[in-house]
């Protein structure tokens, strides 16, 4: 009898491949710094890893969420406005929304506040941590 939680052999679960998506767009970013593609990639799979940590540790979904913010904020620094790509509006506008609402600021307080975000969390987002891979996958499967 399978129960909706077992895996087959060798598949990597959703937090497992949002923290291997993370891992592969630091990479990116390590070999070309200054593509925002590689910051909006990293971005998107902290965000998506944060959802799944939601429930069990919301604290360290927020901590991803900050990361997430971060590398968001940079994609959006480092793109010209003409070549902003939909993908890093995307997330610029979703990762902003969620400061605001977390937050309660006005729509003019949210750019200082993630200026601040990256700041603040830049260089800890674009390091490779383990930690990231202990929360995707904390049973060690």
């Given amino acids: ?6 895996k087959p052999a060798g598949h990597a679960g959703p937090a497992t491949e949002q923290a291997d998506a993370a891992r592969a767009a ?6 070309d710094p200054n593509a925002p593609e590689n910051y909006t990639a990293l971005a998107g799979a902290l965000r998506m890893l944060s959802q799944f940590l939601r429930e069990r540790n919301p604290e360290a979904a927020d901590n991803l ?5 971060a590398a968001a904020w940079e994609a959006k620094r480092r793109s010209t406005p003409a ?9 610029v506008k979703i990762l902003t929304a969620w400061v605001r ?22 260089a ?14 904390p049973h060690g499967d």
Wanted: proline share 2%.
């Fill in 124 to 137: 800890e987002a674009l390091r490779d941590s383990e930690s990231v891979h202990a929360l995707a996958n």
């Fill in 101 to 122: 609402m977390r937050e309660h600021l006005a729509p003019e307080q949210s750019e200082a506040r993630m200026e601040q975000i990256c700041s603040e969390h830049l």
């Fill in 65 to 69: 969420l900050h990361l997430a913010c």
């Fill in 26 to 31: 630091r990479e990116a970013i390590k070999k």
């Fill in 1 to 6: 009898m399978k129960t909706k939680n077992m």
């Fill in 83 to 91: 070549l902003i790509s939909g993908r890093t509006k995307s997330e």
